[in-house]
């Protein structure tokens, strides 16, 4: 099956990347979280790299999809910044001509991480591009990179998928029954990582409604700070089922691709480079607690888009419908009839404040006790 | 006894502030280099190190003389004639070590004795003059210092600068013997910033406690509880509506170079917990284990919270929030960001309520 099969509901970015007249040497994907930008650069990188314009199918393919491919190199991002050095790096691999494909593909997943210097590094390599490089970009949106550097790419917008594409693909992917994956794609709000994890992790779809029953059930600042200690719990237990998941996978995938099966000693001459990948994902895991932060933020954000739904909207008539956190109504409802719009406006505003405080280094607890506090004021 | 008079024409010394700045002909040492000279002008604002610098000349003359006999005379309550009284020689011919404090509160009695002295000073006899400030005494100032007496001078300066505490400890362990590194010596330097006598007393319990390198790891053993125990005097002045008393511990934490992160974050630690219990009427021990903390530290918090509203602890924590926010990098004038909280809890959060709601600063 085609690596485009995966990349959902985007039929016109499918159309670019896969058109061979359009070729140039440095692409941007852009588009919002979850909407799948690094699955779409890595299906365009197999495209590149198999003899069979991305079959799915054959060991170019599989080692793509496994990260190991010798004419693929990438940075995903552990660390809240891309380092200059990291970048130094790539860029010298950028020189050597591939190994064993027509092209040298180079991913950057998170392009918009890079301070301004870093940036000038790789863009001096855009400059001057080697022949047979291809470079892939990714970024929630072109604004996030320098003009220098937006100027040499080539840009390709993914938009937020619907939630029935969304559900169809989790229905095909897992075998998941349709009214199932629809109702993980709206709690998702259509983020295809996200809604893959509440359809198939029951305890991350609990954590889920944990979170939302604690945000509609808070009335003062005792409640603000109980919730915003279990607010953490959770996203602590959160980023550790995600990063546990994860690093089985991705160890999973690395076996497999040097044909070890699960339990296979690791012969000594492989020792180095699954040191390093276990290295990396130690690395990813300090991230990760800020970002499980993150994820929960967008949940309780999701309770106050939907408070000020139920507000704006005629009470008299049922709009039920229009909620993400359908399962929660009368939670949500309640909070709508104590808050007046201003009120709920004012919270999604405290909201936004504790994420970006958060990502400065705020203590995690006292952002999330100061949220509460402003979300549950009268 | 012999004497040597020093004249230092090249090394430049150190004044203490308020000391007159007129040109000195004397040695200037500091506080554990004084060896004994017919005169000793101890002078600085800095009580240990004129403690420091007595104690070590008493030992010194102990060891050659053991007899040495001690006499101490206040310069601002003095008796006319006591100095020579005191520095008169005794039947039995002891060294004689003469103390004279408050030199920079002097009566006129104490200058007009001393100045008849000090051009015919014994040699069998130390005095050490403790002079804090000021001009009071200038004359016998100017004196000592013109080089025409055999004098030396002690420089107690207040060790300002974490460089000047940094050498201060340094040479503590040097004299002792001891390695150290400098990552151990400055964690030392911060959490004993406030004082120097306290700082000279930790260096003296690592000597005598420890054996090996003394490193960053070895004070965070024997102190690392210090820093956090300044954070929460003026947590708990604030808390308890001590305005005054807050703002003065935490502007002397900050002038001798506390960080005003583990400050914030003592604040954060003991509202949330008042805000854990409120309206809680389980048993302190029950309490303990669901919320965290020790069942004083919860009626220690019920204590607090009888001052407080509600809407008052909201605010509070809210201001802890911005204050945080403001140290690490939101706010141009982390110190400013600080105060406005202190402030803020002092007042038990009841604030003009336009400050807050979701502001970016
Ligand atoms: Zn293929």
Redesign the interface.
């Known amino acids: 099956m085609s690596v485009w099969h995966d990349v959902v509901g985007q039929p016109e970015a499918v159309a670019t990347l896969s058109d061979p007249t359009a070729m140039t040497h440095a692409w941007l994907i852009t588009g919002p979280p979850g909407s799948g930008r690094s699955n779409a650069a890595y299906a365009f990188a197999a495209s590149l790299l198999c003899d069979d314009n991305g079959c799915g199918t054959c060991p170019h393919c599989r080692q793509v999809a496994a990260r190991t491919h010798p004419d693929l190199a990438y940075l995903a991002t552990e660390r809240v910044i891309i380092s200059i050095d990291e970048v130094r790096a790539l860029v010298q691999k950028a020189y050597f001509s591939p190994s064993v494909s027509t092209y040298r593909v180079i991913v950057i997943e998170d392009a918009d991480r890079m301070a301004e210097r870093t940036s000038n590094v790789l863009l001096k390599a855009l400059e001057e591009p080697p022949e047979r490089t291809v470079w892939i970009l990714c970024a929630p949106s072109e604004a996030d990179l320098l003009p220098t550097i937006r100027s040499r790419v080539r840009s390709v917008r993914l938009r937020v998928p619907s939630i029935d594409t969304v559900a169809t693909l989790l229905t095909q992917r897992h075998g998941i029954s349709h009214d199932d994956a629809r109702q993980a794609a709206r709690l998702a709000q259509s983020h295809i990582g996200m809604a893959q994890r509440l359809a198939l992790s029951p305890e991350a779809a609990l954590r889920r409604a944990e979170t939302v029953d604690l945000i509609t059930g808070v009335t ?3 409640d ?3 919730a915003a200690a279990r607010l953490l719990d959770i996203a602590t237990a959160d980023a550790n089922a995600l990063t546990k998941e994860r690093d089985e996978l991705e160890l999973g995938q690395a076996r497999a691709s040097v044909g070890l099966g699960p339990d296979d000693p690791v012969p000594a001459n492989m020792r180095t480079f699954f040191k390093s990948l276990e290295e990396q994902q130690k690395r990813r895991a300090t991230r990760s607690l800020r970002d499980g932060i993150d994820r929960i933020l967008v949940d309780v954000m999701s309770v106050y888009r939907d408070v000020l739904i139920q507000q704006l909207v005629e009470s008299s008539r049922d709009h039920g419908d229009a909620l993400i956190n359908l399962e929660h109504a009368d939670g949500v409802r309640a909070l709508a009839a104590r808050r007046s719009p201003e009120q709920a406006l ?1 919270a999604i ?2 909201i ?2 504790a994420r ?2 958060i990502a ?4 995690p ?3 999330l ?2 949220m509460l ?2 979300a549950s ?1 009268q | 006894m012999p004497w040597v008079v020093v004249m230092s024409g090249s090394a430049k010394p150190r004044r203490a502030t308020g000391v007159p700045s007129s040109s000195s002909a004397i040695k200037v040492v500091s506080a554990f280099r004084v060896s004994p000279s017919p005169v000793v002008l101890c002078s600085g604002p800095e009580d240990f190190l004129a403690d420091r610098a007595f104690t070590h000349l008493r030992t010194v003359l102990r060891a050659k003389d053991p007899d040495t006999m001690v006499v101490e005379l206040d310069a601002a309550d003095y008796v006319p004639g006591g100095l020579f009284d005191a520095v008169s020689p005794s039947l039995f011919g002891e060294y004689r070590l003469v103390r004279i404090e408050n030199a920079e509160k002097c009566s006129d009695e104490f200058l007009e004795d001393v100045l008849a002295y000090l051009p015919h000073c014994a040699d069998d006899v130390t005095i050490v003059i403790r002079h804090r400030s000021g001009v009071r005494g200038k004359r016998m100032l100017e004196l000592v210092r013109s080089g025409d007496v055999p004098a030396i001078e002690v420089s107690c300066a207040e060790l300002k600068s974490d460089k000047e505490k940094i050498d201060f400890a340094a040479e503590e362990f040097v004299r002792a013997d001891r390695i150290t590194t400098p990552a151990g010596i400055r964690a030392l330097v911060n959490a004993f910033s406030s004082s120097v006598a306290e700082l000279a007393s930790a260096c003296a319990q690592l000597i005598a406690d420890t054996t090996g390198e003394i490193t960053e790891q070895t004070v965070a053993t024997y102190y690392g509880g210090r820093i956090e125990a300044t954070a929460f005097a003026v947590a708990d002045a604030a808390i308890a509506g001590n305005y005054a008393l807050a703002m003065a511990t935490l502007r002397h934490a900050l002038d001798t170079g506390a960080d005003p992160v583990p400050l914030v ?1 003592a604040f ?1 630690s003991k509202l ?1 917990l008042m ?2 219990v ?3 009427r389980r048993s302190s021990n029950e309490l303990a284990s669901v919320v965290g903390g020790a069942p004083w530290q919860i009626d220690r918090a019920r204590r607090d919270l009888s001052n407080w509203s ?1 809407r008052g ?2 605010n509070a ?2 201001a ?3 204050a ?2 403001g140290v ?3 706010s141009r004038d982390p110190v400013f960001a600080v105060e406005k909280m202190v402030t803020i809890v002092a007042r038990f959060g009841i604030v003009a309520e336009h400050g ?3 502001s ?1 600063r």
Do not use: F, P, T, W
């Open positions: 003062g600042v005792h603000a700070v109980m004012a505003a405290a936004e404040q970006e405080r400065s280094n705020v203590a607890v006292l952002a006790e100061a506090i402003q004021r | 974050a954060a949330r805000a854990k409120a309206g809680d509600e602890l909201s924590i809210l802890v929030a911005d945080d926010s690490k990098g939101a807050h709601g979701a970016h």
